[in-house]
């Protein structure tokens, strides 16, 4: 089993489930007053993934996820919340509404993670610089991320929309959330992750033909999560995702031939709060 940080092949539902720790104490809107946050908050935690072997496979292996989450007013922030391990300010402007900025470390993808892939090379790490709104609406929370490369080999930028319903359960020590999202990826994202150089089709074991991927919609998802709160401190969270890949990034070869357009992820974590 490889540790491994998420990038945005696997959505940030996986690990976003962990910002809503439910304490013991309290109602769900008490966890949410500004009065009741600490000046210091700090959450460590580890989980066991179950993820395709690179975004388009249709092998899949088991990982381990590190976690951690230090706030300062929450407003200065270093945590692995929404992927890799990242850096952001954030700043809720009204009970309803946030924003944040930042830049976080995603992983990349190495030739020798699958036989589809050998020959093409490696996409090494790289660093990402994040944008984020968030806009709540009853049991809604509607959210939109801009994610782009600033070093690294996909060199590209998304654009994320969803929607996630969440319901406070067992006397607010559980939360159960759902929700919808669509991804928008262009051109050198989609190229450099889903195409097939000239030379990458000349080495590669697999026979490929060049490819060349255009911008467009990349995937739509639904993710689900359930989190509980055995105490104050120590929760529980399982968490899962379908992803279906659209455009030029399901008629790959990489996902077309050799793997599948049908994503699936799941995560189980264990997350302890002081």
């Known amino acids: 089993m490889r540790v491994i940080y998420l990038d945005r092949a696997v959505s940030a539902a996986l690990l976003t489930a962990c910002m809503t720790l439910i304490s013991s104490e309290g109602t769900a809107e008490e966890v949410k007053s500004p009065e009741n946050k600490d000046v ?6 580890a989980g ?3 993820s395709p072997e690179y975004e388009g496979s249709d092998e899949y292996e088991p990982g381990a996820v590190p976690y951690f989450h230090l706030s300062w007013k929450d407003t200065v922030v270093a945590t692995t919340r929404g992927g890799g391990p990242g850096l952001y300010l954030q700043k809720s402007w009204r009970d309803d509404f946030s924003t944040s900025l930042g830049v976080r470390y995603e992983g990349g993808r ?13 996409l090494d790490v790289g660093a990402v610089a994040v944008g984020n709104i968030a806009y709540e609406w009853g049991p809604v929370e509607f959210s939109a991320e801009l994610a782009h490369d600033l070093t690294g080999d996909r060199d590209g930028t998304t654009a994320t929309l969803g929607a996630e319903y969440s319901k406070m359960l067992f006397e607010n020590r559980g939360r159960f959330a759902i929700g919808p999202t669509v991804t928008w990826a ?7 992750t889903f195409g097939i150089s000239p030379t990458q089709a000349a080495s590669s074991r697999n ?3 060049p490819f060349d991927a255009e911008s467009g ?5 639904l993710n689900a999560s359930f ?5 104050e401190h120590v929760s529980v969270l399982v968490s899962g995702e379908y992803a279906r890949l659209l455009g030029d990034a399901a008629d790959s ?14 995560l189980v974590g264990l997350i302890y709060r002081w």
């Open 40 to 45: 210091w908050e700090f959450e460590l935690g």
């Open 48 to 50: 066991a993934t179950v």
């Open 110 to 122: 190495d030739q020798d993670d699958s036989d589809a892939l050998d020959g093409l090379g490696d």
């Open 186 to 192: 262009d051109e050198e994202y989609m190229d450099n």
């Open 207 to 209: 026979n490929y033909s």
């Open 217 to 221: 919609i990349k995937d739509v998802g």
């Open 227 to 231: 989190s509980y709160a055995f105490t």
């Open 253 to 266: 070869p990489l996902v077309d031939d050799e793997g599948s357009a049908n994503q699936f992820q799941g």
